[in-house]
């Protein structure tokens, strides 16, 4: 929902300014002693002259527009997900962290230097962080050999990072297709 919320804001501000226009232009055009121009207003002024609080329709209409408010409000209360992973620090008046795009960076920068790793793909999750590599000979002797120096490799890395709460890795070394 948080990637919703800045064109949602952009369409419901540009929606009040046409209002507000809107407004501006009728209220001049009924003091010049003009009719209604954009809107056919005075239908609705005279619908809600004769409408009563208590009737059915106003008693809908307010529910409806509860319903759609608490729904919005309760998908806004909803936590976010946690794209920054804090990072230890001596001082704590310092506050430093690595997004989940970094980290997978790094770990899959970590797992190609290995040699013999062609190349490597990451995926981290909350708290965890999944990593392919793929060797750059043919076969599993070549991909078994290869698992304990990239497991070494990334856990050397995360342990650099000083991460506050590492991810647990999974490591999956495979052998190149063709």
Not at 60 to 77: C, M, P, Q, R, S
């Given at each position: 929902?948080?990637?919703?919320?800045?064109?949602?804001?952009?369409?419901?501000?540009?929606?009040?300014?046409?209002?507000?226009?809107?407004?501006?232009?009728?209220?001049?055009?009924?003091?010049?002693?003009?009719?209604?121009?954009?809107?056919?207003?005075?239908?609705?002024?005279?619908?809600?002259?004769?409408?009563?609080?208590?009737?059915?329709?106003?008693?809908v209409w307010a529910a409806i527009?509860?319903?759609?408010?608490?729904?919005?409000?309760?998908?806004?209360?909803?936590?976010?997900?946690?794209?920054?992973?804090?990072?230890?620090?001596?001082?704590?008046?310092?506050?430093?962290?690595?997004?989940?795009?970094?980290?997978?960076?790094?770990?899959?920068?970590?797992?190609?230097?290995?040699?013999?790793?062609?190349?490597?793909?990451?995926?981290?999750?909350?708290?965890?962080?999944?990593?392919r590599a793929i060797a750059a000979?043919?076969?599993?002797?070549?991909?078994?050999?290869?698992?304990?120096?990239?497991?070494?490799?990334?856990?050397?890395?995360?342990?650099?990072?000083?991460?506050?709460?590492?991810?647990?890795?999974?490591?999956?070394?495979?052998?190149?297709?063709?």
């Amino acid at each position: 929902m948080r990637l919703l919320n800045r064109p949602l804001a952009f369409v419901l501000a540009a929606a009040l300014t046409v209002a507000a226009v809107i407004v501006i232009i009728e209220v001049i055009a009924y003091h010049i002693k003009s009719g209604p121009l954009i809107l056919h207003w005075t239908t609705w002024h005279h619908w809600a002259n004769t409408t009563r609080w208590d009737q059915l329709v106003v008693q809908v209409w307010a529910a409806i527009l509860i319903v759609i408010g608490l729904l919005i409000l309760a998908i806004e209360f909803k936590p976010r997900r946690i794209t920054r992973l804090p990072l230890r620090g001596d001082d704590r008046a310092t506050d430093a962290a690595v997004t989940r795009g970094g980290l997978a960076g790094t770990l899959r920068d970590a797992a190609s230097g290995v040699d013999g790793v062609s190349r490597a793909t990451v995926t981290v999750r909350r708290g965890r962080a999944r990593v392919r590599a793929i060797a750059a000979a043919r076969g599993r002797p070549a991909s078994d050999a290869l698992a304990q120096p990239v497991d070494q490799a990334l856990h050397e890395r995360l342990d650099e990072l000083g991460l506050r709460h590492p991810p647990r890795l999974r490591v999956r070394v495979i052998s190149r297709s063709r």
